[in-house]
């Protein structure tokens, strides 16, 4: 019988910091990296490109069935291509997010993406970056965590990024956004944003990232994660 890879899952709102401990942590243990916000980001972009509705479901569940996406590593790089095209940082646009938030509140989308999430659990292991990973896409990871902060922290440390990338965001209006998308992927009826049962929260609001890269690493250890 072939082994079965371990998970640990990173579920938590926008801007909690999860994108980066995830990708940090993939690296450090040498194991693999799913993003599901970047497929649902990737069906919100194929939406746009093809003028499908963001009302139209059997459209963007199409979509995200047909879904051409590859994830190649280049130059040691992760970089994110749809239909052949690198869409790295196109994704990664505000009104991108937005859309996707939308999208993911439907569930034919959410079920069309089911087992592609799922493919990505090989060997050595999985690092899971989400809002519902622990809670229905890997339900029997052996280690969940909950990262959260409080929007201002979050909202701050984004407009700090954008601000290093060059774009000049409004604080306040950061703000706003955090708070309409959280309650977006908390309040939707399927796969909501909460922490699993068995999930240890981590409150990032005054931890830096290796801080709370620290926090993960001991929980793998005591809990023999590995
Ligand atoms: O993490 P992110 O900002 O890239 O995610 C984009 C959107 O996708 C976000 O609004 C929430 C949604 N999402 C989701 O519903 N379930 C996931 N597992 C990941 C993201």
Redesign the pocket.
């Known amino acids: 019988m072939s082994a079965v890879a371990p998970v640990i899952t990173i579920d938590g709102p926008?801007g909690s910091g999860k994108g980066t401990v995830s990708r940090l942590l993939a690296e450090k243990l040498g194991w693999h990296l799913l993003d599901?916000?970047?497929l649902?980001?990737l069906v919100a972009l194929a939406a746009q490109r093809r003028s499908v509705a963001l009302e139209d479901v059997e459209g963007l569940a199409g979509l995200a069935v047909d879904l051409d996406t590859e994830f190649p590593v280049i130059d040691g790089v992760s970089r994110v291509y749809l239909e052949g095209d690198d869409v790295t940082l196109a994704i990664r646009a505000e009104e991108c997010?937005a859309a996707?938030?939308r999208v993911?509140a439907l569930p034919a989308v959410r079920e069309a993406l089911l087992e592609r999430q799922r493919a990505f659990r090989r060997l050595p292991g999985l690092v899971a970056d989400?809002?519902?990973?622990g809670t229905v896409v890997f339900p029997d990871a052996p280690l969940k965590i909950f990262l959260t902060a409080s929007i201002s922290a979050r909202a701050d440390r984004r407009w700090k990024q954008l601000r290093e990338q060059g774009v000049d965001a409004n604080l306040d209006a950061l703000y706003r956004d955090l708070e309409e998308?959280d309650a977006r992927?908390a309040q939707r009826s399927v796969?909501p944003l909460k922490a699993a049962p068995d999930a240890v929260e981590v409150d990032s609001t005054a931890m830096d990232i290796p801080a709370v890269m620290a926090r993960i690493l001991s929980l793998i250890a005591d809990r023999g994660v590995q």
């Not at 989400?130 to 990973?133: E, I, T």
């Open positions: 926008s599901s916000g970047a649902y980001r997010g996707a938030s993911a989400g809002r519902d990973m998308r992927d796969s």
